[in-house]
């Protein structure tokens, strides 16, 4: 008899003709995820018929019981973590079911179904539930503030619309194409409106904006400001400033006009927000306003501050500090006069060199480490010095050689100090060279700071501070790093880990092997820098040899040829990188 086999296809379009399309072969994998997509939905309709009567059910008859559930199995089962809570769940989610569900409508559902028990919604049209009415819709916005969160029946509607948000959030994390969908259906509008309501709609509007370039270029003083209101009326929370980070920011590059407006308006205009820091003696000193800060009705010491606040204000302390460095990313020179008024080099770097801190706040460390690198060092009047100049100038050529230093440190013009980041130097060498030359992903702060660091180093060398005996104290270290043969995830135990699975991109609060990757790439990026350095110097020996041979100690004769000055010989390869044989 015949045998029937189900093949499961799936259709699209043609790039070049939309009235054409094609029919493809899909995983079986691919198939159970539409079956389960589908499920989902069906689940969603269910959930909207209890607002298709004309005249509102009861709060306590609605079910939210069913819906919550289903939202929550998506969430993990979109989301690649540990964290088994649908609230605080962070990963990296699987772009390709990223697009199944904004094709399938989940996005806009899961904006949809958070509005419909709200009678007062600013969402003008369910498109996806059309015969759900206003006049069935029992609660209204009011329900969500914070006095009326007690009452069952409305922390119930509350925690069902965090966690559509959070689903939305996850949806559109790092697409761009859902980010651009969301933007399109109008819900960033309704967003705004719902602000302040303890939703995290603060991080699912960052999620819309991130790397949004036509959003970005549209905002508005009056966005900033809301939340900056935000800030000073609700509370000094991290996801405040994540928004204003985002504003500031677009794949990788700074959004120079967003920059200046945040710039003015909170670090010029409200520095009653901020927390101020300041160098006296040897202690870093925190102070601010005791009405936002009630913790700080005296200074305090900032390592003692970091120890006995709260988990909310030491986390927008963090944020800030990442915001002042990305106010100047780029060389925004008019915002930079400011932030280093605010935040002294001899400050920022006492805090990088204090051990206290680093046993403790390593976080913190790491991102005035960040901070130096945007305010300080990749900026004016510093340049990129790092390149192999192949015009000279012969007076030039014995001074060049004998130094070993790079030309175009040696006939820059630019009035800089080169001994100004010696104590930053030693504080990078020392870091990395203590470490256990091998990278644990489960140590996510340890290894956050050592690519802050090598950041900073990197820039360092492109701008010239490093001469060859620097090299040589950071190439073993850096080297030890690059292998990567003892990484591990740390997940698991080490005998039952893949040889492999640090190799895979794992991002949770906990473990994240992608920044260990990320230490990879700027080690790499490093040692290209010191192979320019190295062509350098030893094109300046070449031409000392040519061009000044009686500039050069006697020497005996070749054995093999008549030239006293014979060829190098080829540099093996324990001999240091930089490593020149002079005649």
């Known amino acids: 008899g015949s045998v029937e086999e189900t093949l499961a296809v799936s259709m699209m379009p043609s790039q070049h003709d939309e009235d054409i399309f094609g029919i493809n072969l899909i995983e079986d994998s691919q198939y159970k995820d539409i079956l389960f997509i589908w499920t989902v939905k069906q689940q969603f309709y269910e959930f909207a018929k209890q607002f298709v009567m004309p005249e509102p059910k009861p709060k306590d008859n609605i079910h939210f019981e069913q819906i919550k559930k289903v939202i929550t199995a998506m969430i993990i089962w979109l989301v690649q973590s540990d964290d088994p809570d649908p609230v605080t769940r962070e990963g990296i989610a699987d772009t390709r079911r990223q697009q199944m569900l904004r094709e399938q409508h989940i996005l806009d559902m899961a904006f949809e179904a958070g509005q419909l028990p709200l009678a007062d919604t600013t969402l003008e049209k369910m498109i996806n539930f059309p015969k759900t009415l206003r006049s069935a819709a029992p609660f209204r916005l009011s329900d969500l503030e914070a006095a009326n969160r007690s009452q069952p029946d409305n922390a119930r509607l509350h925690y069902m619309i965090l966690l559509s948000l959070r689903l939305a959030s996850h949806i559109m994390r790092g697409n761009t194409a859902n980010r651009l969908y969301v933007m399109k259906m109008g819900f960033v509008p309704l967003m705004e409106k719902q602000l302040g309501y303890a939703l995290k709609v603060a991080p699912t509007l960052t999620e819309v904006y991130a790397d949004n370039e036509v959003l970005l270029d549209l905002v508005e003083e009056s966005s900033i400001k809301t939340f900056l209101d935000l800030i000073r009326h609700t509370g000094r929370e991290a996801r ?159 001074l060049e050689s004998s130094t070993h230093q790079l030309t175009s440190r040696t006939t820059s013009v630019l009035a800089i100090d080169w001994a100004y980041f010696e104590g930053l130097k030693s504080t990078l060498e020392e870091f990395i060279a203590s470490d256990d030359q091998y990278q644990n992903a489960t140590r996510v702060l340890k290894n956050n700071m050592i690519l802050q660091m090598l950041m900073v180093m990197a820039c360092l060398i492109e701008a010239g501070f490093y001469e060859k005996e620097d090299i040589e104290r950071i190439r073993v270290p850096l080297l030890a790093l690059l292998d990567g043969r003892m990484d ?48 350098d110097m030893r094109l300046s020996l070449l031409l000392r040899q040519v061009g000044c041979p009686a500039a050069l100690p006697p020497c005996p004769r070749h054995p093999l040829t008549s030239n006293p000055y014979p060829p190098p010989p080829l540099t093996p390869p324990h001999v240091p990188l930089t490593h020149i044989s002079t005649p």
């Not at 976080?363 to 900026?379: M, Q």
């Not at 790439?521 to 040692?527: A, F, V």
């Open 240 to 398: 405040y400033i994540d928004f204003l980070i985002t504003l500031c920011l677009a794949n990788g590059k700074a959004v120079r006009k967003n920059q200046w407006k945040v710039c003015n308006m909170l670090i010029k205009d409200r520095p009653e927000l901020l927390v101020k820091l300041q160098l006296e003696e040897s202690s870093v000193i925190v102070s601010g306003d005791p009405a936002y800060f009630p913790k700080l009705a005296k200074p305090l010491e900032l390592c003692e501050w970091l120890s006995t606040t709260d988990k909310v204000t030491r986390a927008y302390f963090e944020k800030c500090l990442f915001l002042y460095g990305l106010l100047v990313l780029g060389r925004n020179l008019k915002n930079t006069p400011l932030l280093r008024q605010l935040l002294p080099y001899e400050l920022l770097l006492h805090v990088v060199r204090d051990e206290k801190m680093k046993e403790s706040h390593l976080n913190v460390c790491a991102a005035f480490v960040s901070i130096i690198r945007l305010l300080y060092v990749d900026n004016s009047p510093h340049d990129k010095l790092t390149n192999v100049e192949t015009v000279r100038i012969w007076d030039n050529v014995s």
């Open 488 to 535: 591990k995830v740390g997940v698991v135990d080490a005998s039952e880990e893949g040889p492999f699975e640090r190799c895979k991109p794992w991002k949770t609060n906990t473990c994240d092997t992608t920044v260990i990757m990320d230490c990879k790439s700027e080690i790499c990026k490093i040692l290209q820098l010191v192979c320019t350095m190295r062509l």
